[in-house]
């Protein structure tokens, strides 16, 4: 398991360094101290270990959201600001990362195993963003409010500003991006957001 780990690492390293097309299996063995026979053994491809990067990638993104989104002692205000924190929190935006997943998003098309790991239209994320607005609606009496546009005016926000992390994490303020953020659930839902 330890080797397994250690050349998931070493290929997310080879990536961050060299991007997808120059991660080749000399440099995640140069990286990792592995030879290409512990590639072949746990993974049985380059190709695979790719693969699995991408997956430890999406699942460590997803628990952050999963353990506040089923939370049951959050309302679902609180979990939705606490959403969008963690998507702030370093654990997942950081310049490794980050550079990783939008690596992975310019393969997404040529490659469709990658897909489902980077999809920007993830249902999941989606469905518990939705109900929580849905709640926040009914709770708020804001009839006049879209769930699903709500929905998706705050994914493609919350994309923005990984681009923007992407392209500027040397400046970029994750305190700031949350406030944009709220402004924006401010103009939907006044009586359940401030900035």
Known sequence: MQ?????????A????KYGIRGTTAARIQELSGLSQGMVNLHFGSKEKLLLAVAEELSVR????????AFNPELAPADKLISIIKADFDPLVLNARDVSIWFSFRAEALSNPHIFPFIDSRDKGFRAVI????EQIKVEGEYDDVDAKLATDALVALLEGLWT???LHSEIFEPSEALKICLFVLQSMFPRHFST
């Open 3 to 11: 080797n397994r780990n250690q050349l998931i690492q070493s290929a």
């Open 13 to 16: 390293d080879a990536i961050y």
């Open 61 to 68: 993104y997803a628990g952050q959201w999963k353990a506040i």
């Open 130 to 133: 939705l109900e929580l607005f």
């Open 164 to 166: 923007d992390y992407h």
